[in-house]
């Protein structure tokens, strides 16, 4: 019923594994909304000197706590999107990232950062245009709920029912692909909640094709801090998404990219840079 996805289970340091810096530069991209507890050692862990040059990036829905205090701390580039959505960070963080290729990951320790170096090697080694990231394969002890488990092999199954795009995973936060993708309108996700996530891959699938967008099993771990997910509410947005999309029913509530007004620490123009 899917397509088998391959494995990556080792461990990366960054250059020392990596050997000569890979000649590309790379934006990671972090949604967050009141991820101070985790933000921290989510940004520790993304190694360091293996790429021209590595841009790490929150698009902040107006945390409330001090994941933006921290973030500047860090010394890592704050936008902060007052739109509401995990999607919407996403659709704005897509336009405005300023590097060529685009890692994405949830600010909360449940995904494997020292990874990062290799899936972006594997990108330009294979000459893809699209990785995303399995975890259901290799999720560790204590990473899901049952609900959450059951939700997403429920998601996952309709998703490939109705789609027939052999992805295991419909629900992961991982992505690494190329920014050129979305020159192309219609890659362009256009949910602003948290369908955006199956949405991408569905569209890398048909528009970019299985050659190109291709699933690789990573480990998946407990979160660290609250989640601001909603179990059911959630999961049924996702759900009914899913069959909207299919019949061409959904809408585009709100345009594509950042708004000029968005605030951004290159800007010196945060709230906490006053």
Known sequence: MHA????????????????????????????????????????????????????????DGNSSDRTREIALEKDIRVHL????????????????????????????????????????????DDDLDFITCDRLSLAEDGSMSGLHG??????????????????????????????????????????DGMPLSEEVKILARRHLGKKKAIEISV??????????????????KNLKFLFLRRFGLHRTRTEWGGLETNPDSTKNNLPEQA
Not at 220 to 236: M, N, S
Request: charged letters at 25%.
């Open 4 to 59: 088998s996805s391959q494995t990556f289970e080792g461990q990366s340091s960054g250059g020392d594994i990596m050997g000569d810096v890979l000649p590309v530069s790379v934006t990671v991209i972090l949604p967050t909304r009141n991820e101070e507890e985790a933000l921290g050692p989510t940004i520790d862990a993304i190694p360091r000197g293996w790429c021209e040059d590595l841009e790490i990036m929150i698009v």
């Open 81 to 124: 999107e007052p739109r509401k959505g995990y999607g919407r960070a996403y659709r704005t963080g897509f336009d405005v990232a300023k590097n060529d290729i685009i890692v994405t990951m949830d600010a909360d320790c449940t995904y494997p950062a020292e990874l990062v170096p290799e899936l972006v090697k594997r990108l330009l």
């Open 150 to 191: 059951f939700g997403n092999w429920v998601l996952s199954f309709t998703a490939r029912m109705l789609f027939w795009y052999g992805i295991k995973d419909s629900q992961t936060g991982m992505w690494v692909f190329r920014k050129s993708i979305f020159e192309n309108e219609k890659m362009r996700p256009t949910n």
């Open 219 to 236: 480990p998946y771990r407990p979160r660290v801090g609250e989640a601001e997910i909603h179990t059911w509410g959630d999961g049924w």
